[in-house]
């Protein structure tokens, strides 16, 4: 078996678009975890960070599928008696839409040092217009 060394200098980032109006929320966001890895490409190793850039668009308009709008919400202790703060997630959608993305494909992510650097790659826009230079739309 032969392995190909990847160096940091040769890691090439290309720009991939998604549209959040197209589908659900966790597929949006196995898909945008999977690019900002670098899983898509033939020279992905789990130490180096060689994923790419993901713009996702129309954040506004994301679907959730079933009673998740009325069911689903997000938790927050505090640690102290009383301190649980909960929020639906159709509240969380109304008022920032792009955290409830952001935590999606985090949860995505592996739980280790490069996940912050990837989640800087993940660039999210309200409406369809922005100055990114796209390579792919998806």
Known sequence: ??????KVKEIKRNWHEMDASRITLGRLA???ARFLSG?????????LDGGDFVVITNIEKIKLTG??????????YSGYPGGLKRRPIKNVIEK???KVIYRAVRGMLATN?????RLKRLKL???TAHNFKIDKKI
């Open 125 to 127: 826009v309200k409406g």
């Open 1 to 6: 078996m032969t392995t190909t060394l990847v």
């Open 67 to 76: 009673r998740k709008l009325l069911q689903k919400e997000y938790f927050h």
């Open 113 to 117: 040092r490069l996940r912050a650097k």
């Open 30 to 32: 196995t898909e945008a």
């Open 96 to 98: 920032s839409p792009e």
């Open 39 to 47: 899983k898509h490409k033939p020279s992905y190793t789990p130490h």
